[in-house]
């Protein structure tokens, strides 16, 4: 059993604030200086100091929060495991492009298994990453960018990732150049999604921005996006899944390019997520 302190020190590694944090637990602020206190004497360290009026975390704090969500992680499972639950549940994330495009079939073999009972959240990057810190999930489903030392990872598979344009559009099928496509309308996903992480970082290695085109839209849903290159005369990036779920999309690429990156597995170091994986990839009897 996690002793108690740990959770007060996760709901301030959240809040960064000792009054909130307090209200929250139904502490006093002392009560709550006070469990972050006995943690530095027991660790023999300091885990939290002041900038200014802002607090920050050590880098010993970083250690433990690590740590101490995977702990919670495991705990929370064996808890799970002891009463014998008649089913196994999975709590699987997926950012949109692998939820809505990719893991269809997966899931329709998990749906009908009689030994799972399922819960799939669709999401962004980000909001995916803090639901697997908070133990929403057993492992999140990921395309693009995420800090590899913080957690771990496996590969799932690795996907082209290509311009989509109506085709009738001039670009249909065609090698275009950065300047070509600055001319256009471009349609963006929100901050925080690994779609738009990646060509922000691709714009970025050739010392572009997003503002260097003529006009961006910024949009969640692909199903709209879709609808909008079809009927707008405008352009959007994405994975070669998303490309191909239309018929009527055609694709183009930048330059001679061919842009290419990784579907991951990502779940908490020093856990037993990976059982779950395989129970995902129906790998449990094999």
Sequence with gaps: MLDYRINTFLQLCDLMNYRKTAELLHMTQPAVTQHIHFLEEEYNCK????????????KAAHQLEAYARSAKYTENIFKKEII??????????????????????????????DKYTLSLIVDNTENLLYLLEHNKLDFALIEGFFDKQKYSYMLYRKEPFVGICSKT???AQRNVSFEELFKETLIVREKGSGTRAIFEQILFEHNFTL???????CISSFQLIKELVLTE?????????????????????????????????????????QKYISLFENKEDK
Excluded at 47 to 58: A, D, P, S, V
Excluded at 248 to 253: H, K, Y
């Design 169 to 171: 559009h001039p670009f």
């Design 47 to 58: 885990l939290f100091i002041y900038n200014g009026k802002k607090l920050k975390k050590t």
């Design 84 to 113: 014998n639950e008649p089913l196994t549940e999975l709590r699987i994330g997926a950012t949109k492009t692998i939820g809505e495009y990719v893991i269809t079939e997966q899931i329709r073999e998990l749906f009908h298994n």
């Design 211 to 217: 503002e260097c085109f003529k006009k961006q839209i």
């Design 233 to 273: 005369n405008s352009i959007s990036f994405v994975y070669e899944a998303v490309a191909n779920s239309d018929n009527d999309l055609s694709s183009f690429a930048i330059g001679d390019n061919c842009i290419t990156r990784e579907f991951n597995y990502v779940y908490l170091k020093n856990t037993n997520a």
